[in-house]
C-alpha cells in the first residue's frame, strides 16, 4: 500500500526488530520481497543499530529508542546507553569517553614510533634508520 503527498511517497512494509543479545547489536529487519539486491535476489533487508562506539552500526540514540520499544512490549532489552556522538572524526574521542581505550584519531597519520621508524626533520620521509639516511643524503 502507498500513498503520499506530491511531493513525497511513503511505501509501507513490515519490519521486525530482533535483539542480538550477545552482539549488544539491534536490528530492524523485513524479507519484503519487493526489496532486493541489484540482481534482484536476496529480499528484504537489515539495519543495524549498535551501542559499540567501535561498531560502524554505532547508533546509540537509535539503539536506545528500540531498546525502549522492546521493553514496552515486554521483549528482552538492553540497558539504555549514553547517547554520544557518531561524527566518526570525534569517535575516537567517544570511545575514550565510554572504553577508557585510547586509539588513533581517525584519518591521523600512524605513530612511526611504535614501528620503530623515524621521521626526517630535514625531508620529513619516513625513515627505518634516521642516522643512515642523514649519512648517504647529502640534503638532510
Ligand atoms: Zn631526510
Same mark, same amino acid.
Given at each position: ?5 506530491s ?36 529480499p ?15 547508533? +546509540? ?7 525502549? =520499544? /522492546?521493553?514496552?512490549?515486554?521483549? !528482552?532489552?538492553?540497558?539504555? *546507553?549514553? $547517547? ?20 588513533? +584519531? ?7 614510533? =611504535? /614501528?620503530?621508524?623515524?621521521?626526517? !626533520?630535514?625531508?620529513?620521509? *619516513?625513515? $627505518? ?9 647529502a640534503?638532510?
Amino acid at each position: 500500500m502507498s500513498s503520499g503527498t506530491s511531493a513525497f511517497k511513503r511505501v509501507e512494509i513490515t519490519v521486525e526488530i530482533f535483539y542480538d543479545q550477545p552482539d549488544q547489536s539491534i536490528s530492524l529487519v523485513t524479507d519484503d520481497g519487493r526489496m532486493t539486491d541489484e540482481n534482484g535476489q536476496r529480499p528484504g533487508f537489515r539495519v543495524t543499530f549498535n551501542a559499540n562506539p567501535k561498531s560502524a552500526d554505532y547508533n +546509540p540514540a537509535n539503539f536506545n529508542r528500540l531498546a525502549r =520499544l /522492546l521493553r514496552a512490549e515486554g521483549r !528482552p532489552a538492553p540497558a539504555e *546507553v549514553p $547517547v554520544k556522538q557518531r561524527q566518526l572524526n570525534r569517535r575516537s574521542t567517544v570511545i575514550a569517553e565510554l572504553t577508557g581505550e585510547q586509539v588513533r +584519531p581517525t584519518g591521523q597519520p600512524a605513530d612511526t614510533t =611504535l /614501528l620503530g621508524w623515524a621521521i626526517c !626533520p630535514t625531508c620529513t620521509a *619516513v625513515v $627505518v634508520n634516521l642516522a643512515k639516511h642523514k649519512g648517504v643524503s647529502a640534503a638532510c
